[in-house]
């Protein structure tokens, strides 16, 4: 699940096609992984939780370098801070202030749990 302080959802863009969300340059995005069993879809906490992000300058360019955030034990979310927010659901903010383009992530859990979610959304660059 990808919540987006300031976004919308993208449609008919078929260039755009994989990105669900954007966002204004310079907006503070929170990005939230929920994690649930694969049987009874109930809410666990994975043995390791880390979330890996990078940024493509422009549609069809290459990621930059990832960026590899892990969960340590946090409660209160902030920039480059893991948080389990409950049972089951840990939230990252991440500054777009750096850099617009496409932003890749994925949502890294190891253990009880493991699984990788991911997902993109397209930070607009200013307009003036």
Not at 9 to 32: K, R, S, W, Y
Not at 73 to 93: D, F, K, M, N, Q
């Amino acid at each position: 699940m990808l919540k987006l302080a300031a976004g919308q959802f993208i449609t008919g863009h078929t260039d755009l096609a994989n990105v669900v969300a954007f966002t204004a340059f310079g907006q503070m995005t929170n990005n939230t992984g929920s994690f649930t069993d694969g049987i009874l879809a109930q809410a666990l906490d994975p043995t390791t939780v880390s979330l890996h992000y990078a940024v493509a300058p422009s549609l069809g360019a290459s990621n930059g370098p990832t960026t590899i955030l892990s969960y340590s034990g946090a409660s209160t979310p902030g920039v480059g801070i893991i948080a389990r927010l409950s049972t089951g659901v840990y939230e990252a903010w991440l500054d777009t202030t750096s850099q617009d383009g496409i932003w890749t992530y994925e949502w890294v859990s190891t253990g009880i749990g493991q699984t990788v979610k991911s997902g993109q959304f397209l930070v607009v660059p200013r307009t003036i």
